[in-house]
């Protein structure tokens, strides 16, 4: 399927690792020019000289000029964004009983407020030329509220009220704002969640992954470039009459419909 984004230009945000840079990577096989970005600059810079035409941007989206650097940098090399793509890294597992609220503060700050940055200083192009995909990195959380995860249950949930919002006003535009929700994807992020329960459990971390892995229909974990693939298609014109859906890929995970 030719996903029709060749010389689209594509910001992905914590695109240094995970499924951020499976993202990436699957935007670039597409021939989109891709801006790979995270707090590791030589990281990305290397994913992004293995990239058909990319370039490596070394930012801290949490910082009050992060998002607009990155944007900048977008438009130096290659103009207006036409695809974002919003993700960051997850706050610390923890639970709602135990939630201290500068904790809060900093986990919505992260989820929700960098990311709304990202598209205020992004959306109004896409609006004008009529065509732009917004695309967040969510969590099954939000499907499905996880244990131990509260910090994260409760930035993503508010994080995706705003996209579902912002998607029926942006409809009429051709722009597109979805979500995709993965499960548990082979990522250093579950590998790290898993042997914090491990930790907590008492258990060999073999054994925990284990029983995580039974608990899903498709008796694995995902792999980052399965998520990838997804997320090109959300951002990919046949995907133009999809838009304030929540995405899952997760094998599964979630039993709701």
């Known amino acids: ?147 131990g995860l509260a910090l994260s249950n409760a930035g993503r949930a508010a994080f995706a009220a705003y996209l579902k919002t912002l998607a029926g006003e942006v409809a009429a535009d051709n722009v597109t704002v979805n979500l995709l929700l993965p499960g548990r994807i082979a990522t250093e992020r579950v590998a790290a969640l898993d042997a914090a329960r491990a930790e907590r459990e008492q258990r060999p971390v073999a054994e925990v992954e284990a029983a995580s892995q039974a608990a899903i229909p498709a008796g694995r974990y995902g792999t980052p470039a399965e998520f990838g693939a997804a997320a090109a298609f959300l951002c990919g014109a046949p995907a133009s009459y999809v838009t304030g859906t929540a995405l899952r890929c997760d094998g599964g995970l979630v039993r709701g419909l």
């Open 1 to 147: 399927m030719d996903l029709g984004i060749r010389g689209r230009v594509a910001v992905v945000a914590a695109s240094t690792g995970g499924m951020g840079r499976a993202v990436a990577e699957a935007l670039a096989a597409e021939g989109a020019s891709v801006v790979v970005s995270g707090r590791r600059g030589d990281v990305a810079e290397k994913i992004a000289a293995g990239l058909q035409d990319a370039i490596g941007v070394q930012v801290d989206l949490t910082v009050p000029d992060g998002p607009q650097s990155l944007i900048q940098v977008a438009r130096e090399a290659y103009g207006d964004p036409d695809i974002l793509v919003l993700n960051g890294p997850g706050p610390r597992p923890g639970t709602a009983v135990g939630l201290d609220t500068s904790d809060l503060a900093a986990a919505v700050d992260s989820l929700l407020l960098a990311q709304q940055r990202l598209v205020a200083l992004t959306l109004p192009a896409m609006r004008r030329r009529g065509w732009g995909r917004i695309l967040a990195i969510g969590s099954s959380g939000v499907a499905e509220p996880l244990p």
